[in-house]
């Protein structure tokens, strides 16, 4: 699967647009993980426990996202971006989502030139 911020792909051309596709996760940092951070935050700089489940939980809705489009019939998702927010004072949603096309290599922008 093809997945790509931009609107298009070079090199491939879109034969068919399936629809928006999506991958939602919401996540929460256990208590330990709550009071390790806590902690960390007292004496400033990266607090590498949320680092660590933001991270993990971009991948898995990105994963999710692929899933979806894959069951779509896609086998590529263009303008994919990522939207988080928080939910109550302890958990975090982090969504993946884009356009999810079928795509083929295209040809004619192959970048060489008949002669």
Known sequence: MIVATTPYLAGYRVTE??????????????????????LRSLFGGEIHEYTELLENTRRQALERMV????????????????????????????????TAVVV??????SGTTAE
């Open 67 to 98: 899933q979806n489009a894959t069951l779509m019939g896609a086998n590529a998702v263009l303008s994919m971006r990522f939207d988080s927010s928080e939910i109550g004072k302890s958990m975090s949603e982090i969504v993946a989502y884009g």
């Open 17 to 38: 647009a399936k629809g928006q596709v999506f991958g939602l996760v919401v996540r929460s940092r256990g208590l330990a993980g709550n009071i390790a951070a806590a």
């Open 104 to 109: 083929v290599p295209d040809a004619s922008a």
